[in-house]
């Protein structure tokens, strides 16, 4: 496995409620990811980070803010969770940014009701 | 898990026949590629990568082809086993520094 845990794993929440997911990592790779997954979209990048303090939008950041304070951590931040955000979350990991493959968590299922 | 699992191709094989998993990717600046694994609940797993001054390598029981021309990329899997039903699905990286781009996925069946 590539030593990356996400928590929570499943969560319910409300809508309107913030929520945070985490994912640490023990590889110590300079890039990581937050996709989202839903049927009939596949993996949708929300945020990505190139370093410490240093993040990127996606195709789908609206409604997500995330942070990077360490090298090992990368905090997803939904401000005031929506029904649209119930979705599967994935963290990935990469050494480098391009011709590298990722390696991914086992997810955080997040339903908001 | 079963959620990533609607709307999607499917490929039924028999157990030891060989399986072929084909990816259209759009973008022609693409210069790398990935083939995924991913089975129910779990987050998706890396197969083999190929770069495109490659057309065609090889792993364990897999083979992953690379046709620029056409823009197609296909992942042979030799003797296709019981564990190896799960959704399948190719990404590329568009050129450059830029976020792998991912395919929706092909769900591959295995008939024992």
């Known amino acids: 496995d590539a030593g990356i845990t996400q928590s929570p794993r499943h969560k319910v929440t409300e809508t309107g409620t913030p929520v945070t997911l985490r994912c640490h990592q023990t590889e110590n790779h300079r890039y990581m990811y937050w996709y989202r997954q839903d049927p009939g979209h596949g993996l949708r990048l929300i945020h990505y980070?190139?370093?410490?303090?240093?993040?990127d939008k996606g195709e789908v950041s609206d409604g997500y803010s995330v942070s990077r304070s360490k090298t090992e951590d990368f905090l997803l931040t939904l401000e005031s969770a929506t029904s649209s955000q119930t979705s599967v979350y994935f963290c990935?990991?990469?050494?480098?940014?391009?011709?590298?493959?990722?390696?991914f968590g086992d997810g955080t299922r997040l339903s908001i009701l | 898990g079963e959620s990533v699992g609607l709307h999607l191709p499917t490929l039924s094989v028999q157990e030891g026949d060989n399986s072929i998993i084909n990816c259209a990717y759009s973008?022609?600046?693409?210069?790398?590629f990935i083939w995924y694994k991913q089975e129910s609940g779990k987050g998706p797993q890396f197969i083999i990568d190929i770069r495109s001054n490659m057309d065609k390598r090889q792993g364990q029981r897999v083979t992953v082809l690379l046709n620029k021309t056409v823009k197609h990329l296909s992942l042979q899997i030799a003797a296709t086993q019981p564990g190896d039903s799960a959704v399948y699905f190719c990404?590329?990286?568009?050129?450059?520094?830029?976020?792998?781009?991912f395919g929706k996925g092909t769900r591959l069946s295995v008939i024992a």
């Open positions: 990404a590329e990286n568009g050129g450059g520094n830029t976020p792998l781009v």
């Open positions: 980070s190139y370093g410490v303090k240093d993040t």
């Open positions: 990935a990991i990469s050494v480098e940014g391009d011709n590298q493959p990722q390696h």
């Open positions: 973008n022609s600046a693409s210069d790398y």
